[in-house]
Structure formats: C-alpha cells, structure tokens
C-alpha cells in the first residue's frame, strides 16, 4: 500500500497588526466552519459563510468538510502548511481574501508537491498558484506536460 501526500509551505510578512488579527479571525472562523461541515447545524454552518464572504462560499460550493493545513500567526508572519494533505484552492481563496482587504495591488504565490511513499509512476507532480486581489491562476505540472506532449514541435 503506498500514501500519496500533497505537501506545501507558504509565509507571507502582516504589516500592522489589524492584518494580523484578520487572519487570526478569519482562519479561527474558517476552522470553525469547516469543523461544523462535518456534523454542525445547517443553519450555523450557514451563518458562519456569510460571515467569511467569498472565502465562506468556497467552502460551501466545494463541500469542503475538514480543514486539512495548518497555520500559525505571529507579529510580523503569516505561515500556512500542510504536511500530508493540502488544499491549495482554499489557501489561494484565502490569500485572495488577504489581498483584496489589505493589499489590492499586491500579490502572493506559492507552490506544492505531489508525493508517493512509493516510487510509483504517475504518482508525483506539483503544481503552483499566483493570487492576486482580482484572481487566481494555477498550474499543476501534469497538465504542462500533457500540454507540450500534444504541442507541434
């Protein structure tokens, strides 16, 4: 039996403290939320994405039920990572969130890993997010081989 692994790791500098406490708040909310998917009351999961915004409905459209990174906030960083198992749509939602509150015409990106216990072919790759306040672009590295596989030479 082999365990496959989506791995990242992401920090980003909090300029003032209100940043700081937004994600504080916004990531207690969004484990909150996410805690309730598995076996909360409708009406409270419901509050607690309206309360989150944008970041609230991508939990509720994508049926997400778990939050399955890490984070940690201190004076002057914000760190998120996922040893096992990450989602990098939520992460993006998140600093796309971040973005748009606090810095409209910055930016943020990270990257991730696919692994395998095993040394399996198919079973590793990557992929990459950028994330602005108007959007988010993603790439994983399947698809860009596929791409130049079926490109004319």
Same mark, same amino acid.
């Given at each position: 039996?082999?365990?496959?692994?989506?791995?990242? %790791?992401?920090?980003?500098?909090? &300029?003032?403290?209100? /940043?700081?406490?937004?994600?504080?708040?916004?990531?207690?909310?969004?484990?909150?939320?996410?805690?309730?998917?598995?076996? @909360?009351?409708?009406?409270?999961?419901?509050?607690?994405?309206?309360?989150?915004?944008?970041?609230?409905?991508?939990?509720?459209? /994508? @049926?997400?039920?778990?939050?399955?990174?890490?984070?940690?906030?201190?004076?002057?960083?914000?760190?998120?990572? %996922?040893?096992?198992?990450g989602n990098?749509?939520?992460?993006?939602?998140?600093?796309?969130?971040?973005?748009?509150?606090?810095q409209p015409?910055?930016?943020?990106?990270?990257?991730?890993?696919?692994?395998?216990?095993?040394?399996?072919? @198919? /079973?590793?790759?990557? @992929? %990459?997010?950028?994330?602005?306040?108007?959007?988010? &672009?993603?790439?994983?590295?399947?698809?860009? *081989? /596929?791409?130049? *596989?079926?490109?004319?030479?």
């Open positions: 039996m082999a365990n496959n692994y989506l791995q990242f %790791a992401l920090s980003f500098p909090l &300029k003032t403290r209100a /940043e700081q406490q937004w994600c504080e708040k916004t990531m207690t909310a969004l484990t909150d939320l996410l805690e309730c998917s598995a076996d @909360g009351d409708p009406d409270e999961k419901t509050q607690l994405a309206k309360e989150l915004g944008d970041l609230g409905h991508v939990v509720m459209s /994508e @049926g997400y039920d778990f939050i399955d990174f890490e984070w940690f906030c201190s004076a002057t960083e914000m760190h998120i990572y %996922a040893e096992e198992s990098p749509e939520l992460v993006a939602a998140f600093l796309q969130q971040y973005l748009e509150r606090f015409t910055g930016s943020l990106s990270f990257s991730w890993a696919f692994t395998c216990s095993k040394m399996r072919p @198919g /079973e590793f790759g990557g @992929g %990459a997010a950028f994330v602005t306040a108007k959007g988010i &672009k993603f790439i994983d590295t399947a698809s860009w *081989a /596929e791409e130049q *596989a079926s490109a004319p030479s």
